[in-house]
């Protein structure tokens, strides 16, 4: 039976034409399927934490997942984000079969890591491999909110170092999408040294001269604040994703400092000079086709794009 | 008075008697020097028996112990002559790294440390040891200088964790981190950490990216500390105990998960009790290594610590949920 949760996900893409169109404001049908069955909660209706607003949950996966009314980023799948990303039929998977091990015996470990696996559907917290935007070839990986927030064990480490790794090998831009509650705690100091190793290769790849672009998403804290997801060339955020290296709690209990509204926001972060841009989910293909097309091999100063 | 510990309690008692009998023979002219004796084995196999066991949550109360010591009382005795260079040039000098250039065994080196305090007012002064990003940026500037005059680095991992408030966050303590482990994942000369106290977190990481990482015997370095681990997993800080024993982070846990190099040993029952012999061991054992590494060429430190780094992790190769305990 758990077969069945692990067969080998067909995503479903967008017509890139379609999304090219930036000035599109009007959701499309083709774009109903972005969201996989699993993530859609049993209603038709949905209500935004934000603005409070109740949204038909079909308009809501038309927009990618953002309130049409105030643009609240709701958290999506990585096949949802990379459905909404790349070029159809784009998307090669990478080390897919890189799986867990309770190195520590750590209680409970085995139990959270099956309740995640059933609950999410996928095996580990990213998402690794190639794809296309817009033509533009490049290596991305995308964390899975879904599995245990995204946390970084061994396995998330490792996958996002072979992905780096391999993208010097194929001269290839890197994309790494985070959300990620931070380093694993269950894996111990294995956890907190994939940090270093993420870190290391991407050392590796800017010597190589190749292009990181770092987008965060909602949440994005700990140790992949602390590693991967501050090292861009370009750090790009969704608006309003809380970013930080303490979270709030924790801040609190242990500073009994009060944050003020609107701190650990992107826009925080970005008022603070920690971030680039800040880009719309819906606006995030062209953003980044855009970008990427600056990078693209032969495409240095006075070369033709 | 020492700090002293449930644990050491038994100790303290047996040793107190003897001193009785010893005052109470002296003032009497009884001769107990018998008695005495067997009391003084029975110490000597009691500490045996207590600190050759430690627990992992005995251990953490030795690696925080008040007069444990810190990177300050190394310095002269693990160098002929240390210079403190300050400041990161950006915003401020954080007190709770300190960092400069010495002379290990006649070598330039350069040093970077975290230091807690002793007492409260130096532990205000520093943070409790807890390093803010001017610190973190403080450490890149001072070992990029060692890239730059070719000069080996040591590192002193000492803090319960990075600085946690909203200052810490404005100024992008998680990108002064990350800036950390990726400076030193390629500098072309030796790195050697060694992990003095507390090893907490990624603001202990920060400074422990290396070719060598040494751990004094009743440090313990940690992704997480064992109160908070014990608080998310159940609800409860009391089980600081409980947390330590799961998350295998003492030295010799970290020898076993291939993150440490070598153990080095503290005298009985804590570097405090001895800071000299502790001060000697330490610097026995970095420089072996650090002569060891010397002979290597630039290109080799540097893929050498790369693959270090890589191959730890554990997972393995199938999809396959194979796990021994299941759901019900």
Known sequence: ?305 | MAQLFEFEKPIAELEHRISELQKFSADKGIDLSQEVDTLEKKVLLLKKEIYGNLEPWQKVQIARHSERPNFYDYAPLLFEDFIELKGDRLFADDHSIAGGIALFHGVPVTVVAQVKGKDTKENIKRNFGMPHPEGYRKAIRLMDQAEKFGRPILTFIDTPGAACDLGAEERGQGEAIARCLLAMSGYHVPVISTVIGEGGSGGALALGVCNVLLMLENSFYSVIAPESCASILWKDTTKAKEAAAALKFTAKDLLRLGVADELVREPQGGAHNNLHQTADELSEVISKYLVRLRSESPEVLRETRYQKLRKIGMFRESAEINLTKKLD
């Open chain 1, 1 to 305: 039976m758990f077969k069945d949760i692990f067969r080998k996900t067909k995503y479903v893409t967008i017509n890139s034409n379609q999304k090219q169109n930036r000035s599109s404001e009007v959701p499309r049908q083709e774009e109903a399927a972005i969201v996989s069955k699993k993530e859609l909660p049993d209603g038709l209706w949905v209500k935004c934490p934000k603005c409070g607003e109740v949204l038909f949950n079909k308009n809501l996966d038309e927009n990618g997942r953002v309130c049409t009314t105030c643009e609240h980023h709701f958290r999506i799948s990585a096949q949802g984000r990379l459905a909404l990303l790349v070029d159809e039929n784009s998307f090669e998977e990478w080390d897919s079969e890189l799986n867990t091990m309770d190195s520590l015996e750590f209680p409970g470990y085995e139990e959270k890591l099956l309740e995640a696996q059933q609950k999410s559907g996928v095996l580990e917290g990213v998402v690794t491999g190639r794809a296309r935007i817009e033509g533009i070839p490049f290596v991305v990986a995308i964390n899975e909110a879904g599995f245990m927030m995204g946390s970084m064990g061994s396995v998330v480490g490792e996958k996002i170092a072979r992905a780096i790794e391999r993208a010097i090998e194929l001269r290839l831009p890197v994309v790494i999408f985070s959300t990620s509650g931070g380093a694993r705690m269950q894996e111990g100091i294995l956890s907190l040294y994939q940090m270093a190793k993420t870190s290391a290769a991407l050392g590796k790849l800017a010597e190589n001269h190749l292009l990181y672009i770092s987008v965060l998403t909602d949440p994005t804290f700990g140790g992949v604040t602390a590693s991967y997801a501050s090292l861009g060339d370009i750090i790009i955020s969704e608006p309003n994703a809380l970013i930080g290296f303490t979270g709030p709690r924790i801040i609190k209990q242990t500073m009994r400092q009060e944050l003020p509204t609107g701190a650990q926001t992107a826009e925080f972060n970005q008022e603070h000079g920690l971030i680039d841009l800040i880009v719309a989910r819906t606006q995030m293909r062209p953003e980044l086709a855009r970008l990427l097309r600056y990078h693209q091999e032969g495409a240095e100063y006075g070369s033709t794009i």
